[in-house]
């Protein structure tokens, strides 16, 4: 049964049912027809083709790709493919093979060791900008007297590595994953930050200090662009965003140790020769991460969709085995990676990416939203906490040791309240997660802000902190990890370096005018003005988040094309009925209907009669063949 659009919004465009041709090319008009035309209703590409084109198909593929092979296995993939459901139907799968497939869906954390591994080794990259924003914290309040310079003048030097990351580095992104792909680019970068650190120690004067952190800029920006598409590129699923989420969890993680770092490393007293080693300390310490992923990386798989973008299949193949399960599986995601990279193929006009980013309607769309959760990431207020935590405390009543102390406990509370959206934000979704936050973090800013007009220090003392913890508490399940995870999968394969590069530059700029203008922002409104309107952007992001922002939870990268090519404004109207639905069911406590915007049509039968049983006794012949 296919289920139609919601009945109180007319579709501006159809989706419709592809019909391929005995040539694989046909694989790339269905799947350029589906992205062209797609509006809320989703359909697979593959979805209703007669199994018998479906199997020239994929032998037409096979033997254009070197593939032949493995082309049982490829049968089996892209009847799998077709349909999300239809394998408990198909005779040609074993027990086993179908047992898996089952399980995708029943217990979706029973993934390869390889694919955890991976995840977590190159998310360890994050820990080297979460532990340098958290160590250049307490470091400004120790080496701005040894250089003879002023507080604010400390802060603007500190901020070249924004300034490197936004304007220069984070655009070196595609270059670098274009000629050296996902895994040696993570590899270079972080053999930079970990250098750059060590230099950072070593600087005896501010403007060499400058010139250190604006080099960590170059291992900082690409390696903050690379890490989630690579991860986002080999994950399943069903449990992309905790996966890709894991790039904050390990910042936040960063952020936690370097404040750890700060603390124990302020005792430490200077040596013979060495005059400011506790500050040196702390800024060398955040490389070592850097090092670490160094020394594991190229072990890693590569990402499959970057081998494929270079007619890479067969190697594509052997690194989707080592991420999944089965065979089935990886040769089911090789054929629909395969269908949609062709897609976007069609999709290019021929034209400067960049400029493709925004003149075509659905890569704008990705554009925009992307632009809207960085920008977010930022005017929400939290990297003014991290990096200005120490002060704020010190102007509030605390003492040196005491502020940092403080500072430690928002970076573990940072840290471990991203642990519920590992499981949160494939569940609920992102953009639910930021529509739920956004509101909070507004009234926490505010409880912040408000408590320096205390004329008790106590009192002072207590709501700043009450203040500075519960954000951290609802920023670190909502804007923490969701904007570079959305960002990650947004983008189609063909410009996704690009895309990101867009999304990365645009939070590390914001980050920059963060980083100077917070001096000069809370001298000219008192920390109660400056808190508030970081308050009053909180409540600006809500409104464009529910206009702007689609969902993407739960849809392969291949099927996030159709979601983006929703008109904005179809998106737009279906945000603002979503504010009645809302105070129905949250203020009045009814049990209105939900809206479903993005809808996948049902499955009916993927075989014509007599198919399954006559592709089963081909494929046991073509095993029977490869034996």
């Known amino acids: 049964m296919s289920m139609s659009p919601p009945s109180n919004e007319k579709s501006d465009a159809t989706v419709e049912h592809p019909h391929h041709a005995h040539h694989h090319k046909s694989n790339m008009d269905a799947g350029t027809r589906a992205i062209a035309n797609a509006n809320a209703k989703l359909s697979n590409p593959l979805h209703g083709i007669p199994h018998d084109r479906l199997m020239a198909d994929v032998e037409i593929f096979a033997q254009e790709r070197g593939l032949t092979h493995l082309l049982s296995e490829l049968k089996k993939g892209a009847l799998v493919a077709q349909g999300s459901t239809c394998h408990n139907r198909l005779d040609i799968l074993s027990d086993g093979e179908k047992r898996i497939l089952t399980e995708e869906v029943t217990h979706k954390w029973r993934q390869t060791p390889t694919l955890y591994y991976m995840v977590l080794m190159s998310s360890l990259a994050a820990a080297v900008q979460g532990m340098d ?8 309040i120790i080496y701005p007297t040894q250089f ?13 590595l924004h300034r490197c990351c936004a304007i220069i580095s984070c655009w070196m992104t595609h270059p670098l994953n274009h000629y050296l792909g996902r895994k040696k680019t993570i590899f270079i970068t972080c053999m930079i930050s970990f250098l750059t650190c060590i230099w950072s120690g070593l600087t005896n ?14 291992g900082i920006g690409p390696k903050s662009a690379t890490v989630p598409v690579y991860t986002a590129e080999c994950s399943p699923a069903p449990i992309r965003g905790a996966l890709v989420m894991m790039w904050q969890m390990w910042t936040a993680f960063g952020i936690a140790l370097g404040d750890l770092v700060d603390l124990t490393f302020y005792f430490i007293p200077d040596t013979l020769g060495v005059t400011g080693l506790n500050w040196r300390l702390m800024l060398s310490s955040a490389g070592f991460p850097g090092l670490i992923v160094c020394l594991q990386v190229l072990f890693a798989p590569e990402s499959p969709r970057w081998l494929i973008s270079k007619g890479r299949y067969e190697d594509a193949f052997n690194e989707l085995c080592r991420l999944r399960i089965s065979r089935v599986q990886a040769a089911r995601d ?21 400029v493709e980013m925004f003149t075509i309607p659905r890569n704008r769309h990705a554009a925009v939203a992307s632009w809207i959760v960085m920008f977010g990431q930022q005017f929400c207020g939290v990297n003014v906490i991290a990096y200005y935590s120490s002060n704020i405390f010190l102007a509030s009543g605390f003492t040196q040791v005491s502020a940092l102390a403080s500072s430690l406990v928002f970076g573990a509370l940072n840290w471990l309240f991203t642990f519920p959206a590992v499981f949160a934000i494939d569940t609920y979704g992102r953009r ?18 408000f408590s320096f007009w205390s004329t008790s220090e106590t009192g002072r003392v207590a709501g700043v902190s009450i203040g500075i913890y519960l954000f951290a508490i609802f920023y670190s399940p909502g804007e923490g990890p969701v904007p570079f995870t959305y960002s990650a999968e947004a983008f189609p394969l063909y410009i996704r370096d690009v895309g990101m590069s867009f ?13 100077i203008t917070w001096p000069s922002l809370i001298l000219a409104f008192k920390p109660q003005g400056a808190f508030g309107w970081y308050a009053a952007w909180c409540c600006i992001m809500w409104m464009l988040i529910l206009l702007f922002v689609r969902e993407t939870k739960g ?13 904005l404004g179809t998106h737009a109207a279906y945000g603002l009925r979503q504010i009645p639905y809302g105070f129905k069911k949250f203020v009045l406590f009814q049990n ?36």
């Not at 924003?133 to 400004?140: D, H, L, M, P, S």
């Not at 003879?148 to 070249?160: A, L, T, Y």
């Not at 639910?432 to 802000?449: D, H, Q, R, Y």
């Open 205 to 218: 004067t501010w403007w060499h200090l400058f010139i250190a952190r604006f080099f960590l800029g170059f």
């Open 148 to 160: 003879g310079i002023g507080d604010s003048n400390s802060k603007f030097r500190s901020s070249s």
């Open 503 to 515: 999304a990365t530059a645009t939070t590390w700029f914001w980050n920059f005018v963060l980083s």
């Open 555 to 567: 849809k392969t990268l291949e099927e996030l094309d159709q979601v983006f090519a929703v008109p």
């Open 592 to 627: 209105p209907v939900p809206e479903q915007l993005y809808q996948l049509e049902s499955e009916s039968e993927v075989l014509s009669a007599g198919g399954d049983e006559k592709v089963r006794r081909e494929v046991e012949d073509l095993e029977k063949a490869n034996v």
């Open 334 to 354: 090789l054929y629909y990676i395969h269908v949609f990279l062709e897609a976007e193929n069609e999709m290019k006009k021929g034209r400067n990416r960049v």
């Open 432 to 449: 639910n997660l930021l529509l739920l936050t956004f509101p909070c973090m507004a009234i926490c800013l505010l409880i912040t802000g």
């Open 133 to 140: 924003e958290a160590v250049i914290n307490g470091a400004q």
